[in-house]
């Protein structure tokens, strides 16, 4: 509503000075409107209020008054020329608010890392660091319900590659579109080629997920099977029973018991 209005509202109060100013001067002037609806970061928005202010500084503002007929060139030049810098103020702007939402998810991923991999360098047991990856899984993907068992889960359909890739029966998902399947996803847990264990995950319907994400998803379950694998360790080689990941993730087995 902003982006239709103000506009309008503007050149309607620029209507007293229309004869002493320039129209080049009332273009700079509805110019200052594209760039405060553009502000905001929506695209749509600052495309609309650059055609709106256009169109009213035709209307309102050049001759013959309160008609969409153009009779002077420069008049018409002054036009266009509002309506492709609103046009290209408004694509800027819609970028720059991407780039600071990618930057704030970035940070957000940097702190989830950080969380767990605190975990891992003051030695928690392997319990608490189970705990604190299902959470920050939750979070970073946005997740309904996450689960870890050291157990076969059985063939899933749905699988996250050491590659940060979804695979869905064998074939790439495109998650950035698409989101996590609805069905269970299964995100291995490895350490030196052994793996240790599985995260089931249970997705949240339609939520986007980027690559970055899962490489962050990929890199917590990492460090669960650092930690898991230090753990067998300590236990004795006789305890063991772990078998040896795939180069794709799709290990036979888990460790028992």
């Not at 959470?135 to 699988?159: H, I, K, V, Y």
């Not at 795939?246 to 087995?253: I, P, V």
């Amino acid at each position: 509503m902003a982006a239709i209005l103000a506009p309008i509202a503007v050149a309607v109060a620029l209507i007293p000075w229309r004869t002493s100013l320039d129209t080049a001067d009332n273009a700079l002037v509805l110019v200052v409107v594209i760039v405060a609806i553009a502000s905001t970061g929506r695209r749509v928005a600052a495309l609309l209020s650059a055609l709106v202010a256009a169109l009213s500084f035709d209307f309102f503002l050049t001759r013959p008054y309160y008609s969409f007929r153009i009779t002077r060139q420069q008049d018409l030049i002054t036009e266009l020329l509002l309506l492709v810098v609103g046009m290209a103020v408004g694509e800027l702007a819609a970028r720059g608010r991407i780039h600071r939402r990618q930057a704030a998810e970035s940070q957000e991923t940097v702190a989830l890392l950080h969380s767990v991999t605190e975990l891992v360098a003051t030695g928690q047991e392997p319990q608490h660091v189970i705990r604190a990856a299902r959470t920050e899984l939750g979070q970073l993907l946005e997740l309904r319900d996450t689960s870890f068992t050291r157990r076969d889960p059985g063939r899933a359909m749905a699988r996250i590659t050491p590659r940060g890739e979804l695979t869905v029966a064998g074939r790439t998902w495109a998650t950035e579109d698409l989101g996590l399947p609805t069905s269970r996803v299964d995100l291995p847990v490895r350490a030196q080629g052994w793996l240790l264990g599985h995260f089931l995950l249970t997705p949240t319907r339609g939520r986007p997920v980027t690559r970055e994400h899962l490489l962050a998803a990929v890199a917590i379950a990492d460090l669960v099977g650092a930690v898991l694998l230090a753990d067998d360790s300590g236990s004795g080689p006789e305890d063991r029973t772990d078998e040896p990941a795939s180069s794709d993730g799709e290990g036979a087995g888990a460790r028992r018991g």
